[in-house]
């Protein structure tokens, strides 16, 4: 399957832990983004990346959050010290020209 | 501000029932306009890229429409597989941000 992959598919984690979430995307796109979801809402941008660069985060991001893609391959989502209100699907897609999805991770903290 | 509006929140139609969807936007320079199917629990599902006013692409008992200002998707004769979150997004031109509107949840009753 050379679609975007992201794992873990679901985490549950105690509030003040930190966790990571990494998305492997399609390998011959350049742009990767990263968005958030909550129950009957539309995709919330997070941040992006052109290969290595990151080209903008949310504003609406706290600095507990931080992402990379380095060499301009995979990435990772890090979130420190969670929060209940951090509960959410987080959602990677990559793209060349259309943006297409991996399955999301589902964060619960608790 | 770039933003993308979408109409109705929610829809119920008989099975057999036509209606269409609507998206509104706003956005500095357009490069694309992207709908995705989404089903609970998953990450969305490339459907169409609009890339001009005028422009249509349909797919089985989807159509896809643009103009300056907004796009629609027809639906003829649903089906109850069809029921899903139906999501249209934009591709900002100077920059490729993507950014998507809240979702039309669109339920077909047997």
């Known amino acids: 399957d050379t679609g975007v992959s992201q794992d873990p598919r679901h985490k549950i984690t105690k509030r003040g832990q930190n966790v990571t979430f990494r998305c492997d995307p399609i390998?011959?796109?350049?742009?990767l983004y990263w968005y958030r979801q909550t129950l009957g809402q539309g995709p919330e941008f997070l941040t992006y990346?052109?290969?290595?660069?990151?080209?903008?985060k949310s504003r609406l991001l706290s600095d507990r959050f931080s992402a990379e893609r380095p060499k301009g391959s995979f990435s990772t989502l890090e979130i420190q010290r969670t929060e209940q209100g951090d509960s959410a699907m987080y959602l990677c897609?990559?793209?060349?020209?259309?943006?297409?999805f991996g399955q999301g991770t589902r964060l619960t903290v608790v | 501000e770039d933003q993308v509006t979408q109409s109705p929140e929610a829809l119920r139609l008989q099975e057999g029932e036509s209606s269409s969807l609507n998206c509104s936007y706003t956005?500095?320079?357009?490069?694309?306009l992207f709908w995705y199917r989404q089903d609970p629990g998953k990450g969305p599902e490339f459907l169409f890229t609009?890339?001009?006013a005028g422009e249509e692409k349909e797919k089985e008992r989807l159509k896809a429409t643009l103009t300056k200002k907004e796009s629609f998707l027809h639906i003829t004769a649903p089906k109850p597989e069809d029921s899903a979150t139906y999501l249209c997004?934009?591709?900002?031109?100077?920059?490729?941000?993507?950014?998507f509107g809240k979702g039309t949840r669109l339920h077909i009753l047997p």
């Open positions: 390998s011959e796109h350049n742009r």
């Open positions: 956005v500095s320079g357009l490069r694309g």
């Open positions: 897609a990559s793209s060349w020209t259309e943006a297409f």
């Open positions: 990346f052109q290969n290595e660069a990151q080209l903008e």
């Open positions: 609009l890339y001009s």
């Open positions: 997004a934009v591709q900002r031109g100077r920059d490729d941000k993507i950014i």
